[in-house]
Nanobody, 120 residues
Framework: QVQLVESGGGLVQPGGSLRLSCAASGRISYIYLMEWYRQSPGKERELVANINNAGSTTYADSVKGRFTISRENAKNTIYLQMNSLKPEDTAVYYC??????????????WGQGTQVTVSS
């Protein structure tokens, strides 16, 4: 099995910063893609950013220039540095990976989510 553990969420004032982490563990042989999604009440889950195994990144237009995704391959961990936070960034943030297990299966795996609240 594969487990994802997220951390770093919390309450921050507008203009502040937070850093989310997501550590993957288990019978992982290779991670192809690591992503951050978010979901606000009443809205669909949306892609925030992703990074592939070559280090190429993509971002949602709403976070470009403010958020930075990075990965630490040796630890199977991704990070999301969030700067200049706005109230509209308030959401539950989820990490997701596409990985091959030791048994050869390729699947998508989700973390449990971490709440980010931007409010004064």
């Amino acid at each position: 099995q594969v487990q994802l553990v997220e951390s770093g969420g919390g309450l921050v004032q507008p203009g502040g910063s937070l850093r989310l982490s997501c550590a993957a563990s288990g019978r992982i042989s290779y991670i192809y893609l690591m992503e951050w999604y978010r979901q606000s009440p009443g809205k669909e889950r949306e892609l925030v950013a992703n990074i592939n195994n070559a280090g190429s990144t993509t971002y949602a237009d709403s976070v470009k220039g403010r958020f930075t995704i990075s990965r630490e391959n040796a630890k199977n961990t991704i990070y999301l540095q969030m700067n200049s936070l706005k109230p509209e960034d308030t959401a539950v943030y989820y990490c997701k990976i596409r990985a091959a297990t030791v048994g050869g299966q390729i699947n998508d795996y989700w973390g449990q989510g971490t709440q980010v609240t931007v409010s004064s």
